[in-house]
């Protein structure tokens, strides 16, 4: 189960994570799981702002009201409570005013309801949206990457793309229900308190804000680490749930070979180390609000010791003091929430990054601009002079060329990796040929659309995929249109028939996630069902029978022999006893194929494939 460092374990970050990188299983790196080292990104930040472009008409007029409410009602009661200390109650000559007290009084109490209810409509409102931008996200995220090829999923586990489309979108959801709109709030809110304190008194409004630079050089000297920090949270959490994925997977072979406590020992390493990368970001994180208590300290010290001389000299009066002082309060508190919002973006710009480099990745297999429907095919199919690398200089296939005539059924045979699988993953195109061209029909593949070459093709693979949901279901997933009898007749002729109906449901019966319900070959009987109800012109064999018993095999081989007249046919498999009646056999080793023919020609010349045959045939 523990096999040896995957890949390399050097990872790119920064000299204060060295010792934590040596620590990290090197089973879990991944290229795509580096470190971005790159400065904030704003134009990023405007793409991922983006999606709220489509509920501007729903977003601007409710909005813009609430925030000016919100920002008058805010800016309007110190003011208020000044005007009341100096007209009202600090006067020598003249007796408090008690109704203008009340007034005042009366006012404020108004104001702050008012304040509440915008706030509480305006949350209320912006989570609807945030919650409909985010959905929009995971939508678009996921839409993309079912267009990318499989060379993007070969160097990728599912966990580390599941993280991607869960937990890394979540981490954008108070971006959006609070924090955008928040920002505009408080902004408004400082610019405003700025234009107040310079009307009351402008000498003491300078060196009120005198810390405010100072705040800033040292909160901008922390924006890079804390970024990085976040972003390499997000790495760590995605390298859980690979192993998570992984784990729960394979848990029938760690169980077989008694693996349980060394399953848990490497969990536990990776949950500690994820553990003191989120204890690191966050300790980075909370660095924000001692500085702004600082800073809000030393400025509540000057605008006492200043404040209290020019009360002394007449400058200002005790009202306009407490304004003053009611305004700085109210200066910090928006600012704290800047920088609390601040490492909110850079949470956001770490996890965008992460988004948008699935969303940037570009399928390399894809359809160009002029690509045309593919008519219904008869089944002609050639490829010339083919060459693939999975890596580059590590050909899997070399100068393949072979033709087959619509209707005919071609076993593919040879040693693992002899690039079988790879012939038929060109056929389907799930790759293109790094040289060659793959045809149908005489049109090159790469010039089609590639829903409708695949619509016509049909692959039943050994490792079958059962969704969750009925077996009706997963039998139609190859027509969705299929009535129930047609469902029926399909599982009819692949003997599928006779397990189905015996179980508590029938077709309603629902099957667990993978068909874990199922056994391996009943898996395959509806795999079999499903390929043949989509009544491909192509059909695709991969191994298809090795998990059925020979009984069941025999009832398969006889229902195919109707059920591929007039289809092309291509067939892998390893017991050759069920290639005999193909109309040609190619034998491929180590990418090149050596020889060719029917099961009697190869069979004669006795090369490659009769030793394959009699090496068989000798261990039955």
Not at 354 to 376: G, S, T, W, Y
Not at 566 to 581: C, E, K, N, P, V
Request: charged letters at 20%; proline letters at 3%; a neutral charge.
């Amino acid at each position: 189960m523990r096999t040896a460092a995957n890949a390399s374990s050097t990872e790119h970050e920064s000299a204060a994570h060295a010792n934590e990188v040596k620590q990290q299983p090197s089973r879990f790196y991944y290229p795509d799981d580096e470190l971005i080292e790159k400065p904030f990104n704003w134009a990023q930040m405007r793409r991922l702002f983006a999606y709220m472009r489509p509920y501007k008409r729903q977003l601007l007029p409710a909005l813009i009201v609430l925030i000016i409410v919100d920002t008058l009602t805010k800016l309007s009661i110190p003011f208020l409570i000044s005007y009341a200390i100096d007209s009202a109650i600090a006067p020598k000559d003249m007796d408090p005013s008690l109704r203008m007290l009340y007034i005042v009084a009366g006012t404020i109490l108004g104001l702050y309801i008012v304040q509440w209810a915008a706030n509480t409509y305006r949350i209320k409102f912006m989570s609807m949206i945030g919650q409909r931008i985010i959905y929009d996200l995971r939508a678009d995220l996921f839409k993309h990457i079912q267009t990318l090829s499989f060379r993007f999923y070969d160097k990728r586990p599912a966990g580390s793309v599941l993280v991607r489309i869960t937990n890394d979108v979540n981490s954008l959801q108070d971006l959006f229900t609070n924090g955008a709109i928040n920002v505009l709030v408080d902004l408004l809110q400082l610019v405003g308190i700025v234009i107040i304190l310079m009307f009351l008194n402008v000498k003491l409004a300078i060196a009120v804000m005198i810390t405010v630079p100072i705040m800033f050089v040292v909160s901008t000297r922390l924006r890079r680490h804390i970024r990085m920090a976040w972003q390499d949270v997000r790495i760590k959490q995605s390298r859980i749930n690979s192993h998570l994925n992984e784990a729960i997977q394979g848990m029938r072979v760690t169980q077989a070979y008694a693996q349980e406590q060394e399953n848990m020992k490497f969990f536990d390493k990776m949950n500690r180390i994820n553990k003191a990368s989120f204890d690191r970001a966050s300790m980075m994180n909370q660095t924000f609000s001692p500085i702004i208590e600082v800073t809000s300290a030393i400025g509540g010290f000057i605008l006492f010791w200043y404040g209290s001389h020019l009360i002394q000299v007449g400058a200002i009066t005790v009202g306009v003091l407490f304004a003053f002082a009611q305004y700085v309060g109210n200066f910090w508190e928006p600012i704290n929430r800047l920088g609390m919002m601040y490492s909110q973006m850079l949470i956001a710009m770490a996890s965008s990054e992460r988004i948008f480099e699935f969303m940037d990745e570009k399928p390399n297999v894809d359809e160009n601009k002029q690509a045309k429907q593919l008519p219904v095919v008869k089944g002609d199919i050639q490829l010339d002079s083919v060459v693939f690398e999975y890596e580059a200089g590590r050909p899997a296939i070399r100068n393949i060329s072979f033709d087959v005539e619509a209707g005919q059924s071609i076993a593919l045979v040879g040693h693992t990796g002899s690039g079988k699988t790879t012939i038929i993953s060109l056929i389907s195109r799930f790759y293109d040929p790094t040289e060659g061209r793959v045809l149908v029909d005489g049109q090159d593949i790469r010039h089609v659309q590639l829903n409708s070459l695949r619509t016509q093709i049909g692959i039943v693979m050994q490792d079958t995929f059962i969704f969750s949901g009925t077996i009706r279901d997963n039998i139609r997933f190859g027509r969705l249109d299929a009535t129930d009898e047609e469902v029926e007749a399909a599982a009819r002729s692949v003997h599928a028939h006779e397990f189905i109906d015996q179980l508590p449901m029938g077709y309603d019966t629902e099957v667990q996630e993978r068909g874990s319900a199922l056994s391996m070959g009943q898996r395959q009987l509806l795999s079999f069902a499903r390929a043949l109800l989509a009544d491909p012109r192509i059909l695709i064999l991969d191994e298809a029978t090795a998990s059925i018993d020979t009984d069941t095999e025999i009832k398969i081989q006889n229902a195919l022999k109707t059920l591929l007249k007039g289809r092309t046919s291509f067939i892998i498999a390893h017991r050759l006893s069920t290639i005999r009646d193909c109309d040609r056999i190619i034998v491929l080793n180590q990418g090149v194929i050596q020889e060719q023919g029917t099961h009697d020609q190869l069979m004669d010349t006795q090369g490659t494939y009769y030793g394959l045959v009699a090496a068989q045939f000798k261990y039955m």
